[in-house]
């Protein structure tokens, strides 16, 4: 999951890209409303966490801009304006959730959990592809029915695969996904991740495996299957 963090505090949005990077999201931190723009032109987001009074503009009217382009992808305010009538302008403005600061950090990240849930005939609880499932709620993985215990960004790599089993998906995908805009990793970083997922798979027993598409990018497939 690619969570785009519109917030000018450099010491919060600091804790909040740590928050959900433990939990294996992607997130990528911007402090103006223009660099957010430019974000969404560059990336598909599966949510974002908008402050409101940001120093190039009202988070507000770009979230309203954000509605009027048709633009769905959820949205839920983080805002120091904590009064009724402040709520009630974030959501009727198209957010799907507001979140007055301060706030519990364990909070936010089950508000936004939430948000991703929505709506469950789009977003699976649960993804399996031969004895391998993903809780996509708890991020659990398991492997005929035993839990099988993965670091932070393998287990990132799992769930953008697992929910298209069978499919290439494109490395360029994964890289931004996984890694995002700020994260300071090598050029072969991807390969070492797939190679130790894979290990693991095998070692867990699996039935299914991560195939290489040379230069194009990654499937999950069935262990000398094609599905």
Do not use: C, W
């Not at 000018?8 to 997130?27: K, M, N, P």
């Not at 974000?39 to 598909?44: G, I």
């Not at 949510?47 to 954000?66: E, S, T």
């Amino acid at each position: 999951m690619r969570l785009l963090l519109v917030e000018d505090s450099e010491r919060l949005a600091r804790l909040v890209v740590e928050a959900f990077q433990r939990e294996s999201y992607a997130v990528d931190p911007v402090t103006k409303l223009d660099s957010a723009t430019g974000a969404l032109e560059a990336a598909k987001y599966d949510a974002i966490i908008l402050d409101l009074g940001l120093p190039d503009g009202d988070g507000l009217h770009f979230l309203r801009q954000l509605r009027q382009s048709s633009n769905a992808v959820p949205v839920l305010i983080l805002s120091a304006r904590e009064r009724l009538e402040d709520r009630l302008a974030g959501l009727n403005a198209g957010a799907d959730d507001y979140l007055a600061k301060p706030f519990a950090m364990a909070e936010l990240l089950a508000r936004v959990r939430a948000l991703l849930r929505r709506p469950p005939s789009i977003l699976p609880n649960r993804y399996t592809h031969g004895n391998l499932a993903m809780d996509e709620a708890t991020q659990e993985v398991e492997v005929d029915g035993a839990r099988l215990d993965l670091p932070r960004r393998e287990k990132a790599v799992l769930r953008l695969l697992i929910r298209q089993p069978g499919r290439l998906v494109l490395r360029t995908a994964i890289d931004n996904a996984v890694f995002g805009f700020d994260s300071e990793v090598g050029g072969n970083a991807l390969e070492v991740y797939i190679h130790r997922l894979r290990k693991r798979l095998l070692s867990a027993k699996a039935d299914v495996t991560i195939r290489t598409e040379k230069g194009m990018g990654y499937s999950l497939v069935k262990v000398n299957g094609n599905g």
